[in-house]
């Protein structure tokens, strides 16, 4: 495909591309020199509506290990602010003939609407509720590596499932290769519907982390919570955040991820979250940018080679 808009696009063969490649830049980062030039010529766009840390900075520092030249766009300052439209800001963009975009955006469905709109590959950094397509891959590849398989394993994705992208992508990414997804959110945090996607819905942590190989735990998101009803964070902790107590519910050797941003003590403890046995959250950050980079790279080399057709045929 040309863009990178959704896990729900991907089959499980894409996923292991994605994973295999990714493997080889793990490899690449951990060199004194970190440079290749499989991008080499190309120019990344990254415009981001929304604040980001990880995401953001592993995007271009991705771009830039690849040899790209990579512009952060800054949305604040941008003529947005004077009210152009997401369209219009996109269009202007693609006048300057740039091969990445990557875009994040508040509203779902944004980054698709824009994709239609220009010539470049598009990759979504998150878009509202929908998806983040490649912290599920990041997530996938840390959990692989450390079960050594990303397949009939039992994942419990725990907290405020109904405002999250992050939940999203990864109970679709999960379930396409044959996991056992356990979501376990309060009543008012899990949506409707979600058991339509194969999984279980559990509204006790205790319940729900019973065996599980691996704990994801999900920020409350309270910029998405639009005048809803927002939990106390004390009675929150009490009943969903992970603690030892709670995690000893989990098989000895369950892993604690997190995406981040992190609320130490609303949704998990931060003993646990810098446990090193047990907590990965270091590790996803890593394997971001190198997820990145095959995302990436693969998108690169599908835009070549259909400019490539596009020039046998005469119409590029
Ligand atoms: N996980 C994640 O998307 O983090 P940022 O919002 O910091 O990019």
Request: with cysteine.
């Amino acid at each position: 495909p040309r863009h990178l808009l959704g896990i729900e696009h991907l089959s499980p063969e894409d996923i292991l591309t994605v994973l295999d490649l990714a493997e080889k830049y793990v490899d690449l980062n951990r060199r004194t020199v970190k440079k290749t030039d499989a991008l080499a010529g190309m120019t990344a766009i990254n415009m981001f509506f929304e604040n980001s840390t990880r995401t953001q900075s592993s995007f271009e520092l991705a771009g830039k290990r690849l040899g790209a030249d990579v512009m952060n766009m800054s949305m604040q300052t941008s003529s947005v602010k004077k009210g152009e439209t997401l369209i219009d800001t996109a269009l202007t963009l693609n006048a300057m003939h740039p091969d990445l975009l990557v875009v994040r955006h508040g509203s779902s469905g944004a980054v698709d609407l824009l994709a239609q709109k220009v010539e470049c590959a598009v990759i979504n950094a998150g878009d509202g509720k929908h998806e983040h397509p490649t912290q599920a891959l990041l997530d996938a590849l840390t959990i692989r590596r450390e079960k050594g398989r990303i397949k009939r394993l039992t994942v419990a994705i725990c907290g405020d499932v109904a405002h999250s992208r992050v939940a999203r992508s990864n109970l679709i990414l999960l379930g396409k290769m044959e996991n056992r997804v356990r979501l376990i959110a309060p009543p008012t945090l899990m949506p409707s519907g979600v058991s339509e996607f194969g999984c279980e819905v559990y509204h006790d942590m205790r319940e729900g982390l019973r065996d599980a190989d691996v704990v994801m735990m999900l920020r409350l998101q309270k910029e998405r919570m639009d005048g809803g009803f927002i939990p106390s964070e004390r009675e929150y902790f009490h009943r969903y955040g992970l603690d030892a107590e709670k995690l000893a519910f989990a098989k000895e050797d369950a892993i604690v991820m997190h995406p981040g941003p992190m609320n130490r003590g609303v949704e998990i403890d931060g003993t646990i979250a810098d446990d090193i046995n047990r907590s990965v959250i270091q590790e996803q950050v890593e394997m971001g940018v190198a997820v990145r980079m095959a995302v990436m790279d693969l998108l690169a080399r599908n835009l070549r080679a259909e400019r490539g057709r596009a020039l046998t045929e005469g119409t590029y």
